[in-house]
T-cell receptor, first 116, second 113 residues
């Protein structure tokens, strides 16, 4: 049981390049989230999903897209990276329908992204 | 805006002492959850403790307890018998009706030997 995993752990991009971050969870969780964390700040929600095939915008969605084609995977895409997107990105998941409702979110280890 | 306030940007505590980290929140939701997470220098977010808004008793998990005062909208984390490994950032968060978490800015706790 690996919990929540994220790929890659580190990445350096040039302005204008694109990339996709992959999040995978093996806890049968319905809900998945993408956050960014900037230095000295708490987490800010980018996008989230309440089930396979569904996505919704969070607090800071601009410049990002997401997809949830499979229940266990949640992808975050940057189409044209900008220096302002330099951050640490966290994926999280919550709510196993077979286990009764709990909204506790469990986090992946994070991806450190630098955009030059 | 419905926000989370952590008024202590940083704290120094002597090893083995108890420490209280403050958290207050705004909400108009009738039902919500309150969470504390720990983020050590290695960067991962570690879930510590959860309190439901309708729970009658304060939550406890080992050395962690949550001092929940619903009328005052506060959810302070108490760490008993602090250890050097407790040095980290601590974040308070509240769930909203859309199952999203609203986060505080965090408190940096340093345990002195």
């Amino acid at each position: 049981n690996a919990g929540v995993t994220q790929t890659p752990k580190f990445r350096v991009l040039k302005t204008g390049q694109s990339m996709t971050l992959l999040c995978a969870q093996d806890m049968n969780h319905e809900y998945m989230y993408w956050y960014r964390q900037d230095p000295g700040m708490g987490l800010r929600l980018i996008h989230y999903s309440v089930g396979e095939g569904t996505t919704a915008k969070g607090e800071v969605p601009d410049g990002y897209n997401v997809s949830r084609l499979k229940k266990q995977n949640f992808l975050l895409g940057l189409e044209s990276a900008a220096p302002s997107q330099t951050s640490v990105y966290f994926c999280a998941s919550s709510y196993d329908p077979s286990g009764g409702f709990t909204d506790t979110q469990y986090f992946g280890p994070g991806t450190r992204l630098t955009v030059l | 805006a419905q926000k989370i306030t952590q008024t202590q940007p940083g704290m120094f505590v002597q090893e083995k002492e108890a420490v209280t980290l403050d958290c207050t929140y705004d909400t108009s939701d009738p039902s919500y959850g309150l969470f504390w997470y720990k983020q050590p220098s290695s960067g991962e977010m570690i879930f510590l403790i959860y309190q439901g808004s309708y729970d009658q008793q304060n939550a406890t998990e080992g050395r962690y307890s949550l001092n929940f005062q619903k009328a005052r909208k506060s959810a302070n984390l108490v760490i008993s018998a602090s250890q050097l490994g407790d040095s980290a950032m601590y974040f308070c968060a509240r769930s909203n009706s859309n199952y999203q978490l609203i986060w505080g800015a965090g408190t940096k706790l340093i345990i002195k030997p």
